[in-house]
């Protein structure tokens, strides 16, 4: 089945630029879906397609995709902003995989 | 937006079945433009897709999982359920019911708030 691998973990400090990266396979044919989630509760989408952002989701989130990676990035990060981070694909098959997340300080 | 709510027993014994419903509102669950899928997530780990059904019926499993997984849905009720049977304490899991939108990559951009299943070891 198709994987997509995340650092684990990556740190940034307030109001400064991180991009968070998802590589696999699936990424060459689909593009990287992005959620965030804070402890104890669900994941929320952040930017889906090419960069499209859902209503309500600060123009500061933004991503980019290039051959099997795909990038979130964070331009001016707040606080709020400390969470997990997850890719997401479809496969070939038709079916979800979802990245191994990137837990994201704001120091 | 939709809402979602998940609703089900919070304890199953080894081996049994785990039975969950999301309950959709606010929206309608026959549209031709959603999936809606199942996603778990262990304490402390990543997120896992479980599986998806169309308002036809049609369905799509997690091959993984999909030799013990059936997902049915209800639209006069505007419910979608899970079954997943000879469940382990692997299976302990926050479960997510959430709405897939039909094209693209297929995001996920509603989310039910999610809901505890525990399997004793």
């Known amino acids: 089945s198709s994987e997509l691998t995340q650092d684990p973990a990556v740190s940034v400090a307030l109001g400064q630029t991180v991009r968070i990266t998802c590589q696999g396979d699936?990424?060459?044919?689909?593009?990287a879906s992005w959620y965030q989630q804070k402890p104890g509760q669900a994941p929320v989408l952040v930017i889906y397609?090419?960069?499209y952002r859902p209503s309500g989701i600060p123009d500061r989130f933004s991503a980019s995709s290039s051959g099997n990676t795909a990038s979130l990035t964070i331009t001016g990060a707040r606080a709020e902003d400390e969470a997990d981070y997850y890719c997401?694909?479809?496969?070939?098959?038709?079916?979800?995989?979802f990245g191994t997340g990137t837990k994201v300080t704001v120091l | 937006q939709v809402q979602l709510q998940e609703s089900g027993p919070g304890l199953v014994k080894p081996s049994q079945t785990l039975s969950l419903t999301c309950t959709v509102s606010?929206?309608?669950?026959?549209?031709?433009?959603?999936?809606w899928s199942w996603i778990r997530q262990p304490a402390g780990k990543g997120l896992e897709w479980i599986g998806r059904?169309?308002?036809?019926?049609?369905?799509n499993y997690n091959p993984s999982l999909k030799s013990r997984v059936t997902i049915s849905i209800d639209t006069t009720e505007k419910q979608f359920s899970l079954k997943l049977n000879s469940v382990t304490a692997a299976d302990t899991a926050v479960y997510y019911c959430?709405?897939?939108?039909?094209?693209?990559?297929?995001?996920?951009?509603?989310w039910g708030q999610g809901t505890l299943v525990t399997v004793p070891s």
């Open positions: 959430a709405r897939e939108m039909g094209y693209g990559s297929g995001p996920f951009d509603d």
């Open positions: 059904i169309y308002s036809s019926g049609s369905t």
């Open positions: 397609g090419k960069n």
């Open positions: 606010g929206g309608s669950i026959s549209s031709a433009s959603y999936y």
């Open positions: 699936s990424l060459r044919d689909y593009y």
């Open positions: 997401n694909s479809r496969d070939s098959s038709d079916n979800h995989v």
